[in-house]
């Protein structure tokens, strides 16, 4: 038997894969010479699905036997699942291909997954997402840009620190798919710094000062960035690479003048991001620039973003959401916020920052939307309200 890791997730539900059930027992029932017939009915509650193989007596080869929540499936997707099954032992008994060559799904299906299912393609902008910013320069210079612990930069002046802390990283050696981790505060830099890794080509790697020092140590070690960007106020475990701290430098004395970048390509890592460790170390997943551009244009075709909107950002960098947090607004010239470290954990302070700031837009988990409304509903008040992460408990 063959058995899912399960989780529970919110309102007491839990996260169930499919289970396989192998059931070799003997069916030759005798009640006193009398010879009885099993029938299986079920295996008892299914959550998702349950796929049983079994053997009657006298039977060449197994039965196979589907059961399904039927919240979540008809019969016929059930047939379907089983046909699918079928086709797989079939081609296993009749080829030495290895499992991810099998066809999964007949041709009909395929065809329907390919021609329509699958037809998500869009327009993507040419370049690369941060380009933005120059452009912006251009148009709206005067525009806000960024809002961070009550200081406002400009596009014109953010586009000058992205170019100045490029320059610098580059006179560092940091150059095209270099990896970089960042330690830093909630704060602009924070967002200069990652925008000047990006213009550079190089690659970011997040490390929440707020993590267990054991993690973070591990992060660097594992993908051995050339340097990590932070402060002398941010205590930081021992790593095995070099820590550059940005308030004792002098990056905003170099030029603000265009960076002569090596031509980046879609397939070039942006940033690498690491699972949280469950199942043991946790894994450097690594995300390409073109993935990174293509998804916040996607984003943007939706929700739509205009010079007039603000987005307030409240993720920590080292959750993939706060890509979407922090870049989506500067693509469309609309303003950044970004709260403090001790303000996303506050529902007065993030209604107050939303409140001044005129914030329309505000990304959070279930968990931290419920702690807003009810001390603070009045922050969902004429706001675009983004929601992932878990389930949604009723209010």
Not at 332 to 338: N, R
Request: hydrophobic residues 40%; aromatic residues 8%; contains cysteine.
């Amino acid at each position: 038997m063959v058995a899912p890791r399960t989780r529970t997730i919110g309102q007491r539900r839990t996260v169930i894969w499919p289970l396989v059930n192998i059931m070799p027992f003997d069916y030759q029932l005798l009640f006193g010479g009398a010879r009885g017939i099993a029938h299986n009915l079920s295996t008892g509650p299914v959550e998702d699905i349950s796929i049983q193989f079994y053997k009657r007596e006298k039977e060449e080869g197994y039965r196979l036997v589907l059961d399904g929540n039927p919240d979540l499936y008809t019969e016929e997707e059930l047939r379907r699942h089983g046909k699918s099954i079928l086709r797989i032992f079939e081609q296993m008994n009749q080829t030495e291909a290895f499992v991810g060559q099998l066809a999964l799904v007949d041709e009909t299906e395929g065809r329907l997954l390919d021609k329509q299912v699958n037809q998500t393609a869009n327009e993507v902008p040419n370049g690369f997402f941060v380009d933005a910013i120059e452009r912006y320069r251009a148009v709206i210079p005067d525009a806000t840009a960024l809002i961070s612990e009550g200081e406002t930069m400009k596009y014109g002046e953010l586009a000058d620190a992205v170019n100045q802390m490029a320059h610098f990283l580059s006179a560092q050696g940091i150059g095209h798919q270099s990896i970089v981790g960042v330690s830093l505060p909630r704060s602009k830099e924070m967002v200069v710094t990652l925008l000047a890794v990006l213009k550079l080509g190089a690659v970011y790697l997040p490390l929440d000062p707020k993590f267990p020092p054991k993690r973070l140590a591990y992060m660097v070690d594992d993908a051995e960035p050339s340097c990590v960007v932070t402060t002398t106020g941010i205590k930081l475990p021992a790593f095995s690479a070099p820590l550059l701290f940005l308030d004792q430098t002098d990056w905003q004395s170099y030029s603000a003048g265009a960076v002569q970048e090596k031509q980046a390509l879609r397939s070039d890592a942006a940033y690498v991001i690491y699972t949280s460790g469950s199942t043991g170390n946790p894994k450097g997943v690594i995300v390409s620039r073109g993935s990174l551009h293509q998804f916040l244009h996607a984003m943007q075709g939706e929700f739509q973003l205009t010079h007039s909107d603000a987005f307030l950002a409240v993720t920590t960098i080292a959750f993939d959401i706060s890509a979407l947090e922090l870049y989506m607004p500067l693509i469309a010239g609309a303003t950044l916020v970004v709260a403090g470290q001790d303000d996303i954990h506050n529902p007065d302070t993030l209604a107050t920052l939303a409140s001044t700031y005129r914030v329309t837009h505000l990304q959070a988990t279930p968990a931290l939307w419920q702690m807003l409304v009810s001390e603070r509903p009045d922050v969902i008040e004429d706001r675009h309200v983004l929601v992932g992460g878990e389930a949604l408990q009723p209010i």
